[in-house]
Nanobody, 121 residues
Framework: VQLQASGGGLVQAGGSLRLSCAAS????????IGWFRQAPGKERDFVAT????????NYADSVKGRFTISRDNAKNTVYLQMASLKPEDTAVYYC???????????????WGQGTLVTVSS
């Protein structure tokens, strides 16, 4: 499966953005999808994950209550709705696919190219 993340941009603190992860391939609906982010000079961190049917989601504590992950298998797309954004949310955001939802990036086999989110104070 090939993934392409989009929707990043510049937003003021307190604002919102919606990221999209579009996938190609007929097997998209069989994969769990995760979002990760990497700030300059830092390691790639887990943000959120969603199971193949959307029935199970998990969030990093730092985004819980502010970010919402969802998916539309008919459109082969996963979304990350981000609200109440903070400057510390600034990072390149990546989507990735794996067989079983997990917070561990090493388990994800397929990765998108990343989209930059910049939150100004």
């Amino acid at each position: 499966v090939q993934l392409q993340a989009s929707g990043g941009g510049l937003v003021q603190a307190g604002g919102s953005l919606r990221l999209s992860c579009a996938a190609s391939g007929r097997t998209f609906s069989s994969y769990a999808i995760g979002w990760f982010r990497q700030a300059p000079g830092k390691e790639r961190d887990f943000v959120a994950t969603i199971s193949w049917n959307g029935g199970s989601t998990n969030y990093a504590d730092s985004v819980k209550g502010r970010f919402t992950i969802s998916r539309d298998n008919a459109k082969n797309t996963v979304y990350l709705q981000m609200a109440s954004l903070k400057p510390e949310d600034t990072a390149v955001y990546y989507c990735a696919a794996t067989s079983i939802p997990t917070v561990h990036s090493i388990a994800y086999r397929y990765w998108g190219q990343g989209t930059l989110v910049t939150v100004s104070s």
